[in-house]
């Protein structure tokens, strides 16, 4: 049974940073794609970024440079950092793995990033 579990949310000021873990159990984190969205109050949800089988990652346009995904680790857990929050950066952070073609959510954390 794949599981995800999100930690690190939280509140920070513009400028500062904030890193996001995602645990996983039922898969080794290395061997699928997976990667974090988010969705912001009565927005869609949008992808921030991927991170693929052998470690390449891929990122939204608005999240370059500021945020970075890592994963494949002994822990079995992918991270997002995140550095130079705005307050549009604010939402809940969602990760996800596609397995066998189907994909699995975290519960979710929030981020707040206040001006």
């Known amino acids: 049974q794949v599981q995800l579990g999100e930690s690190g949310g939280g509140l920070v000021q513009a400028g500062g940073s904030l890193r996001l873990s995602c645990a996983a159990s039922g898969i080794i984190v290395s061997k699928n794609a997976m990667g974090w969205y988010r969705q912001a109050p009565g927005k869609q949800r949008e992808l921030v970024g991927v991170i693929f089988k052998g470690g390449s990652t891929s990122y939204a346009d608005f999240v370059k440079g500021r945020f970075t995904i890592s994963g494949g680790n002994a822990e079995n857990t992918v991270f997002l950092q995140m550095n130079s929050l705005k307050p549009e950066d604010t939402a809940v952070y969602y990760c996800?793995?596609?397995?066998?073609?189907?994909?699995?959510w975290g519960q979710g954390t929030q981020v707040t990033v206040s001006s």
């Open positions: 996800y793995a596609v397995v066998l073609g189907r994909t699995y």
